[in-house]
């Protein structure tokens, strides 16, 4: 009967599963060769290989033998042993076929053969990574400053827009304009921390004036990050209390005034706040730590040669990335 290579390359990945029944029973099948005597005790013969007595008892156990009921008649230990000697007849059929040797059954068993490895050699030396109290301690006190907040203020600006080209009069008409609004946004009612509807009327920025010109939280000592106008970052900083006023500031493309609708002090978290995520970052550290060092021992003891020249040599196989910007679409032809 001939089997089919799916199924054959199936079975034999099952012989090397991690913790599969067959990957166990491959290591303790019996090889006889021809003019050598059996394994005394033997249950059933495939091939040239034998499952013994002592192995299949001890796959009965693996798979719950020892709970009551178990195994108890002929008739469960026969689905047993057919579902053993099935397998491995299918291994056996694939290795005759030459299944066992094609490049890509090689590599699925390589791989399954190397997580068991890994299972049982770094997982398990990983597993007795631990952090202690004392060392999450010493490294909040180490990296404390790394764990500060730093101040923040949360502003909101109106801008009247002037263009790049305008001459002085634009300058001095959007001045005088913006003027006027700071005068208003003086009087406005307390219980307003922004610029309310004043921003609708005077700002020309979209993106603020629909909501009282917020732009939002800017941090302490990184102005960098934001896209506002430097004269607008520049003003923030100085503001100290909510509800204090800017003066009126020429920028890169407008005239802007800024308000501060509130602020927050630099805050120092507690090690109660930190401690889980030190204690994770640490392992995390540790794990990697296990992992390299796993990986540098290993290299050593196979023996592991690179020919780097070799690899430069190889050339792709896939064409090159594509660094053309993406184009616009073609306009349609005017149908004149």
């Given at each position: 009967m001939k089997v089919p290579a799916k199924t054959a390359a199936l079975a034999l990945?099952?012989?090397?599963?991690?913790?599969?029944?067959?990957?166990?029973?491959?290591?303790?099948?019996?090889?006889?060769?021809?003019?050598?005597?059996?394994?005394a005790q033997w249950v059933a013969r495939i091939g040239d290989q034998y499952i013994s007595v002592d192995a299949f008892v001890d796959e009965m156990k693996r798979r719950g033998g020892d709970r009551p009921g178990q195994f108890q008649d002929m008739e469960q230990k026969r689905r047993l042993l057919d579902d053993l000697v099935y397998r491995a007849a299918l291994v056996a059929a694939a290795e005759r076929t030459g299944l066992t040797v094609q490049p890509d059954v090689r590599l699925a068993v390589d791989q399954v053969i190397s997580n068991r490895y890994v299972q049982s050699t770094l997982r398990d030396a990983q597993r007795e990574v631990s952090v202690t109290d004392d060392e999450v301690a010493k490294y909040y006190a180490e990296h404390a400053t790394d764990y500060t907040v730093p101040a923040r203020k949360r502003a909101a600006m109106l801008k009247i827009s002037v263009a790049a080209n305008a001459g002085d009069a634009a300058w001095v008409d959007a001045t005088q304009r913006m003027q006027a609004a700071r005068t208003k946004a003086a009087g406005l009612d307390a219980r307003v921390p922004h610029f309310g509807p004043l921003a609708i009327e005077v700002s020309d920025d979209d993106a603020t004036r629909y909501r009282g010109g917020v732009i939002g939280w800017i941090a302490e000592g990184s102005s960098a990050r934001y896209a506002y106008d430097r004269a607008v970052l520049d003003a923030v900083r100085e503001l100290e209390n909510p509800g204090d006023l800017s003066p009126v500031l020429r920028g890169a493309d407008g005239v802007y005034l800024v308000r501060l609708v509130e602020s927050e002090p630099r805050q120092s978290r507690t090690l109660e706040q930190l401690a889980a995520g030190i204690r994770q970052r640490l392992m995390q550290d540790r794990l990697q730590a296990a992992e390299t060092q796993?990986?540098?021992?290993?290299?050593?003891?196979?023996?592991?040669?690179?020919?780097?020249?070799?690899?430069?040599?190889?050339?792709?196989?896939?064409?090159?990335?594509?660094?053309?910007?993406?184009q616009p679409p073609a306009m349609p032809q005017d149908q004149g």
């Open positions: 990945l099952g012989m090397f599963a991690a913790g599969g029944a067959c990957g166990w029973l491959g290591a303790r099948m019996m090889h006889a060769p021809a003019g050598q005597a059996a394994p796993f990986r540098q021992q290993l290299m050593r003891q196979v023996g592991v040669e690179v020919r780097e020249s070799a690899l430069a040599a190889i050339a792709p196989v896939g064409p090159p990335a594509n660094t053309t910007p993406p």
